[in-house]
């Protein structure tokens, strides 16, 4: 009796669901969905990127024309208060080169009554201890300054120190910032240096702070 091998079993693969025509369109139409979807929203981000980009630009410039500002107002009061040899050469880089307007017609004029005050070996010496923007809007700043001062510029006076506050108003002309107006703050007049006790021969001219023309 013959014996007849057993035959083996094969294992049948799982093909899963068949691929039919619907179904490859169906996956298309999935795929291009997505891809558009993707590019809208890679067209949004961009958008939103630059805007985000311009204003941080924007803050930068903001900022930076603030410190600017704060630093010419600064120059100017420490320069404007100071009194000893070299005042005058000061004065007009710092104080008549940094001003326009009505400013700078009448510190043109003051500038008669340091060269009274030098002449006379008169000393004082001034420090900017706080300055602050009261108003920033584009090339215009206001500034809230307050000033120590040490020293006299009376030759009958003592030495001493004093403080005051000022306001300042400064324009941006031609890349620089430039002081407009100054003028007392919350009814404080500037230590602003005074003529010698001894009478001139001719009128002193009239501070800063006492003139009529508003700021």
């Known amino acids: 009796m013959t014996k007849t091998a057993p035959k083996k079993s094969v294992a049948r693969r799982d093909r899963g669901p068949e691929v039919t025509r619907g179904r490859l369109i169906a996956a298309a139409t999935a795929a291009a969905l997505l891809l558009g979807g993707s590019g809208s929203a890679l067209g949004v981000f961009a958008v939103t990127s630059a805007q985000a980009t311009d204003r941080v630009a924007a803050a930068e410039a903001w900022a930076t024309d603030r410190v600017d500002a704060l630093a010419a107002g600064s120059a100017f009061l420490t320069t404007m208060f100071t009194v000893d040899d070299g005042s005058l050469q000061r004065w007009d880089s710092a104080v008549l080169g940094a001003t326009t307007d009505s400013m700078h017609d009448q510190l043109t004029r003051w500038r008669a009554v340091l060269e009274k005050l030098v002449a006379a070996h008169l000393e004082m010496s001034s ?89």
């Open 127 to 215: 420090t900017v201890k706080e300055i602050g923007v009261v108003t920033q809007d584009g090339d215009a700043v206001t500034l809230l300054a307050v000033i120590e001062s040490t020293g006299r510029t009376d030759p009958a006076a003592d030495p001493g120190t004093s403080s005051s506050a000022a306001l300042i108003d400064l324009r941006r002309l031609d890349g620089r910032w430039r002081v407009s107006g100054y003028g007392p703050a919350a009814g404080l007049p500037p230590a602003a240096p005074a003529a010698p006790a001894a009478a001139p021969e001719s009128p002193a001219p009239v501070p800063p702070e006492a003139a009529e023309t508003p700021r």
